[in-house]
């Protein structure tokens, strides 16, 4: 069988990086350098794959909309070239990268796996190795078409992920649904839910940064906080609430929130929990919410609420549809339950 053609776009991050007297930094030319000396990626496993590093590398923690863009425009380029795409980032970000990444490629007929590592490739101890050989193990035999994240033997769709551990190789999480995959003695293909229709041509939308504040609620928050999250030019507000969706029933608090709706300030509302779904109707705490105009963001992770809001921002669509859309599943990012509007 002719071996596939993927190609890897090196964006930065760990993975490339080499250890100086200062800690890790990136150099160009270092990571193409080190994966050469890697006999285990020539294999005849491996499919055939090219690596195009970024100019200047981007730590992950710089990532904005202006480099989501770079990289969608960049896949869209080498789009019908190659079978599949890998994009190496920085795990502080990743997350971030792969819900937006998700949201800008409508249609994908093609899979995109995001990958990077907690220590460098050229280190003995790199979990770097493994995450790229195995990305590309995939990408050669079990191809998903749509945007997904790689790490620690598990491959999840990247719009339900999170960086949820800082220090340890299982760094990411996917709280609301199982991974596409897992890679253990043998591979365990999860793959069910086909959640895309009949494919049409890739369409690849314009990503422009947007205003847009997140702001978590604690005890005793004033309603003067949440004034000024709320000032212009800001669009929209996404509400960290307590469990199933439950805030102050402050009546400044309530006002400024509703003073805000009626000012068209989209606000969504998304559980602090580390999984769960918003449940507005749960409680009169919640309900109070509802009725200022405070919408549900359902089982949203924080990334795919924040980068779904600047994709939506960004199209030339009313508030009224913008509204509407979060609460659709676009990409297979939330589980829509119509009794937890």
Known sequence: MKKKNIYIAYTGGTIGMKKSNHGYIPIAGYF??????????????????????????????????????????????????????????????????????????????????????????????????????????????????????????????GNRTTKSNANGFNAFSSPNITPLLEMGINIRYLYKDKFFKKQKKLKVYKIIPQPISIITIYPGISSKILKNFLLYPVKALILRTYGVGNAPQNKDFLNELYV?????????NLTQCSSGNINMNGYATGNSLKKVGVISGYDLTIEAALTKLHFLLSQEISVKKIRRQMQNNLRGELTNHSNLL
């Open 260 to 268: 805000a709706n009626r000012k068209n300030i989209i606000i969504i």
């Open 32 to 157: 193409k350098k080190q994966l050469t000396k890697m006999p285990e990626f020539y294999s005849s496993e491996i499919p055939n794959f090219i690596i195009k590093e970024y100019n200047p590398l981007i730590d992950s923690a710089n990532m904005s909309p202006i480099e989501w863009q770079k990289i969608a425009d960049d896949i869209k380029k080498k789009y019908y070239k190659y079978d599949g795409f890998i994009v190496l980032h920085g795990t502080d970000t990743m997350a971030y990268t792969a819900s937006a990444l998700s949201f800008i490629l409508e249609n994908l007929e093609k899979p995109i796996i995001i990958t990077g590592s907690q220590i460098p490739i050229a280190e003995i101890r790199s979990d770097g190795r493994q995450n790229l050989l195995n990305s590309l193990l995939i990408m050669e035999n079990y191809p998903i078409n749509e945007v997904t994240l790689f790490f620690n033997n598990k491959l999840y769709r």
